[in-house]
């Protein structure tokens, strides 16, 4: 059977990187980013630069795709004109180039940042209301917006993994909250990408975390299992942790530094 062909954003970053190997089994690599190729490129994955701003750049990457795993844009906070420029006016590109090559399944990679605003004592699912951290958090909420948009007007079948922190371990006290294995993240894509109820989802991208802040049934739902265990590393977290200032602000909110960054409201 031919393998799908899937266009992965953002393939030259960190996440891009831990995901390659673990998805071209599955999968026909279209890998892009604004750089040249990775020296590590193999000869099943294809390469492709283009610009996310640059909209008949975006139409021929996704050209012929079957699907789209999008990681690419601005990852972290940034000014405004960087943000939109990426995130906003890059994410209708996306978006509107998929509609109209008739790529029929969109993962979009959105944010716990998306709701880092949250207290660290409350618990929530994906339907209260957004809370975004700052200008990241607030693109990241747009595009679940335009995933639900072009679900419901193009009959697109998107999923909005909020992604914790993907990495090996959860680095500090915050990430054993919202920490994200890489081949749990796989998981997660795999279902995305083929379960056939898949109209417009939103999900928290999360291993098996014991002290999660986050209801995560709506995944859970779609058959997710996830095999990582946060506390299982959490000497090494609470190590890195006792090596970090306090933080009177991002310590008490989910969205921890990202929530600190310019704060002068009340708590
Ligand atoms: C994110 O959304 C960022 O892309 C990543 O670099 C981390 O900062 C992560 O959130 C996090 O909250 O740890």
């Not at 031919?2 to 599955?26: E, F, N, Q, Y």
């Not at 996306?94 to 990679?109: L, M, P």
């Not at 989802?201 to 975390?209: E, F, R, T």
Request: net charge negative.
């Amino acid at each position: 059977m031919t393998k799908p062909t899937i266009v992965l954003t953002g393939a030259a970053g960190g996440v891009g990187g831990m995901l390659r190997p673990l998805l071209a089994a599955r999968y026909r690599l279209i890998l892009s980013d604004r750089t040249e190729p990775p020296a590590d490129l193999t000869a099943e994955e294809t390469w492709h630069t283009a610009d996310l701003t640059d909209r008949a750049a975006v139409d021929e990457l996704m050209r012929g795709a079957d699907g789209l795993i999008h990681l690419g844009g601005q990852s972290v906070e940034a000014d405004w004109q960087t943000v939109h420029d990426a995130n906003i006016a890059g994410l209708w590109n996306i978006y509107d180039a998929c509609r109209a090559e008739g790529v029929a399944r969109i993962i979009f990679a959105s944010s716990n940042h998306a709701v880092g605003f949250y207290p660290r004592t409350r618990r929530i699912g994906v339907d209260q209301a957004v809370r975004p951290d700052g200008l990241y958090g607030v693109s990241k909420a747009f595009g679940e917006a335009l995933g639900s948009l072009f679900a419901d007007k193009h009959g697109l079948r998107v999923m909005s993994i909020r992604i914790g922190n993907v990495a090996e371990k959860p680095a500090d006290h915050r990430r054993l909250s919202i920490w994200l294995h890489p081949e749990d993240l796989a998981q997660l894509i795999d279902i995305g990408l083929t379960h056939p109820d898949i109209h417009h989802a939103i999900v928290y991208g999360a291993s098996h975390n014991e002290r999660a802040w986050w209801d995560n049934s709506a995944a859970f739902a779609l058959g997710y299992a996830p095999k990582h265990h946060a506390e299982d590393h959490v000497d090494y977290a609470m190590a890195e942790q006792a090596k970090l200032p306090a933080d009177p602000v991002g310590d008490l909110l989910q969205g921890g530094a990202f929530c600190a960054d310019g704060f002068d409201g009340d708590l």
